[in-house]
């Protein structure tokens, strides 16, 4: 799949009446070509602004695929392989001063439309100044999920992680530091009415809420971040009139805007304070007539980290996840034994000293009036009646929540 995220600094590269090649030389083009090629790169950004959650995953695909067509016809390639590589390991996780942050994800890379496959029963051990200290257990609720329980990381300390598949190839991350602090932030929302594509091409616009960060960085001595916001919002499971509800609800924890990656290299700002900075843009639905929670992360990151997510926000396509499939061979900190077959893999396993900031919003804190009722419709769609066919969602209840 091609790169559908364009991004507005490649602009200058393109004029109404021609384009710059990456040898840096000026292609001449006709001017209704030229035309056609800014309305599509125009048609891109909408899309790009308005795939917000994986809820749209396959209307935003369909849509950002067929004007990639023509915009592969338009411009000129940056470089980059974008063959599809579907059946590629990827494994990604971290170790957090946040205990429940502490994951790591197992699985392969799908092939168009399709989800990731998970893998279970690998063996993840952590290691801290080259010694034992745990193991990450998969999570009962979500294959090829492995978390780490009961234990945060120490800043200053040096960790790796070895992960063993079932297969019993064995895989290393290369060691990294934790950063010592990771600064503080608060969050905060706002309304805001923006440009939406829908799966059928028609432009309207609709309700979203954009969440802002602002941010207090630590001494200099720790030099890169990022910022990552989870939406963690609860459904109840309906009934039809006059049978009681017996099952439990379920908890949703996803990404809010898995597209957008916030990254910051301090290296020449003086500054210790950036206020008001977007982290996160989200469309309302129906999720948010429930009880929802923004979870906004402020993690310190080490230079190789920094670098590594950098080529991610410029190479991966699809809806931010390294799990779809990869445009182009992003290789992280994780290696195998190349005389087993097994290699360099896609993803990075990082060492993060993180804080947190979490904002609430109930049907209630709405300037408007939420009217979505397909739960009450009849025929609601199955997350009304089995709310475990959301993705991401489980029975599990965070302890804050």
Known sequence: MPNYRLREKLAPRYSPDSYQDDSGRRVSITPAFATACAKAIAVAQTLRRASITYNFESVFRKSACLFMIFLVGCLDPIGIDTTTLGGELVISGQISTLEDQSTLTIGTTADTKRLPYPISGATVIIYEDGDSIGTYLESPSRAGKYILHDRAGIPGKVYQVQVILPDQKTYWSLPEKMPADAGSVTSYYEHSREDYVDGEGTLSTKNFLKVYANATLPSAETQHFRWMVDEVYIIVVSSPPGVPVTAPPCFVTQPADPQFLV????????????????????????????????????????????????????????????????????????TGNSEEGTGKVYGYFQATNQTVSRIFIGPEDFPYFLNFRSCQSSFPPMRCTDCLSVQNSSHDRPDWF
């Open 263 to 334: 990254l910051l290299d301090r290296s020449h700002l003086t500054a210790t304070e950036i206020p008001d900075k977007l982290v996160a843009q989200r469309l309302v639905d129906e999720t948010f007539m429930y009880k929802h929670y923004f979870v906004t992360y402020q993690s310190a990151l080490t230079q190789e980290a920094h670098d590594y997510w950098s080529k991610v926000d410029i190479l991966v396509g699809g809806n931010g996840s390294l799990f779809d499939p990869p445009p182009a061979k992003i290789y992280g900190n994780i």
